[in-house]
């Protein structure tokens, strides 16, 4: 448990995330397939492969779960060791269930 409270490097940090995400689908199954399946009904509903609006102005990568976002926040703060929205688009291309949008 210490391990995992200390901020790391990038690869560190992709690896907490791989846990918390696998923490997640063991300790709430139905929850994570409920966002998969918010993700997917998204998805074929959205307006083209970008997931934008219909005036192409808003676009949605993904869900993101919330209690993630809560782990990570409570172990690295606000300073991630990467961008947020470089952050956003590299979870969404690894955890592809959770993805509104076809192409990133």
């Not at 307006?47 to 990570?72: C, H």
């Not at 688009?89 to 949008?101: A, D, N, Q, S």
Request: aromatic share 14%.
């Amino acid at each position: 448990m210490e391990h995992l409270m200390k901020p790391k490097g990038p690869e560190g940090f992709w690896a907490d995330v791989h846990t918390f995400l696998t923490y997640l689908y063991t300790k709430y199954p139905q929850d994570m397939r409920a966002l998969e399946m918010q993700a997917q009904v998204e998805r074929e509903g959205a307006f083209n492969k970008y997931a934008s609006d219909q005036s192409r102005g808003m676009r949605k990568l993904g869900i993101m779960p919330d209690m993630l976002d809560r782990m990570l926040v409570s172990i690295y703060g606000k300073e991630y060791p990467i961008p947020r929205k470089k952050f956003e688009r590299e979870f969404f291309r690894r955890y592809r269930k959770l993805r509104v949008t076809d192409t990133i």
